[in-house]
């Protein structure tokens, strides 16, 4: 907030539906200071001295035509804050609130895929016959678990079984440990943060195992990089007319793995999805089904290290979830926002190593490109210079605003 200015920020708190208003004067709180609610009951006006500043609030409140009282202990301040009670018509469907981003019933059947850099086509239109969800990233553990627990259905347990047979076991059943779904041909499989495809669907791309300079247009030249004695797991997709880098291609899968906000796919909601919104989803997903609201953000292994990136090898983020369902405006950003707030903190990848290799961590590994990481940090920070100066930092923690998805329609 620049030094001769006012702000104001707002946030629906969904769970206990109220709306904090928190209002940062540019010079101490006088006879001058008036805040209201006006008669729209979205927003707020905000006079001090000679300066007038509105807000529209993220959710109607009760409070139409209210002039907000300035208490004892906050004349002389230049931080106010009050408590507005909901409108409770005005509060967003739950359903809207944690909608994947690009799921496969919000894709266009016959959609193409394009770089975002330069609009060039990836995925031809009408090469997608079908567009499909993958399950959670727990789905082979959940379907053991499942065959294991079959009511009236007595069998020995896989579990029991070791070494080479119980392995042929549970692979016959197709959910052993080195069971993995695979690109099909006509069939773009709709992940998280990806979309997978068959790699004779794809044109346009450049595959490589380290920078565009080093890549061929024919993955089978790099093929020898899934030998046994020089493994890697993914190998580098850029897009062919502008070097931009897309995703990997793993050779597990024997798909080609595009990123979200790498790339534009037409959908029902005619919007393209950022990697704020992607993470935003990830990190939903992962307290659904760990329960933990702390993860540890690294840089994905084998994937292109691109020199102007901000997050670098060597860095990682520590994220902790704090509340998945706000919804806030600020004079920075003045349009209803949905976001995930968290504390973050950037550290060293070595720091980052050793707390995931400890028995009593309590976080959990979430892997992006370093460019994307770099893209995190810059758009954590700039949040945090959204929020009150007093709720900018928690410890050594920084308080950040991650922008959630929401269907758009």
């Known amino acids: 907030m620049a030094s001769d200015d006012c702000a104001l920020y707002a946030e629906l708190l969904v769970n206990i539906r109220q709306i904090s208003l928190a209002v940062s004067l540019s010079s101490p709180c006088d006879a001058s200071t008036h805040v209201a609610v006006l008669a729209d009951c979205r927003t707020i006006e905000l006079k001090h001295r ?144 990806t979309l997978l495809f068959e790699e004779k669907d794809c044109q346009n791309v450049t595959f490589s195992l380290s920078g565009f300079d080093q890549g061929m247009t024919e993955r089978q030249g790099l093929s020898l990089a899934n030998d046994t004695t020089n493994y890697t797991p993914n190998l580098n997709v850029f897009c062919s007319s502008c070097r931009a880098h897309l995703g990997f291609f793993n050779f597990r899968t024997s798909a080609v793995t595009l990123l979200k906000w790498r790339i534009s796919c037409k959908s029902a909601s005619a919007a393209a999805p950022a990697i704020p919104e992607c993470l935003a989803a990830t990190l939903i997903s992962t307290i659904s089904r760990s329960g933990s609201s702390k993860s540890l953000i690294t840089p994905l292994n084998g994937t292109a290290q691109e020199s102007h990136a901000e997050g670098s090898p060597g860095n990682a983020i520590h994220i902790w979830v704090l509340n998945s369902s706000i919804v806030y405006s600020s004079s920075g950003i003045p349009q209803r926002t949905p976001a995930i707030k968290l504390l973050y903190r950037p550290l060293p990848r070595e720091e980052a190593d050793r707390m995931l290799e400890t028995v009593t961590c309590d976080s959990l590994e979430v892997n992006l490109p370093v460019q994307a990481l770099g893209e995190v940090i810059r758009h954590l920070d700039d949040s945090n210079a959204l929020l009150p100066p007093t709720e900018r930092v928690f410890k050594e923690w920084k308080v950040g605003l991650l922008t959630r998805w929401e269907q758009k329609v």
Request: include cysteine; aromatic fraction near 6%.
């Open 50 to 193: 000679d300066s007038t500043h509105l807000l529209t609030l993220p959710a109607k409140t009760a409070l139409g035509g209210t002039l907000l009282p300035v208490q004892d202990k906050q004349k002389g301040s230049t931080s106010l804050s009050w408590r507005l009670a909901l409108d409770a018509s005005s509060l967003p469907p739950s359903h809207q609130l944690d909608e994947m981003v690009w799921s496969a019933t919000d894709l266009d059947p016959k959609s193409g895929v394009a770089c975002r850099q330069c609009a060039t086509d990836v995925v031809c239109s009408g090469s997608v016959k079908a567009w499909k969800d993958l399950p959670s990233e727990n789905w082979a553990e959940m379907m053991e678990f499942w065959h294991c627990h079959k009511p009236d259905h007595h069998h020995p347990n896989p579990s029991e079984e070791t070494g080479k047979a119980g392995e042929e076991s549970l692979a016959a059943r197709g959910y052993g440990a080195s069971s993995a779904i695979s690109a099909q041909e006509g069939v773009g499989f709709v992940d998280l943060t």
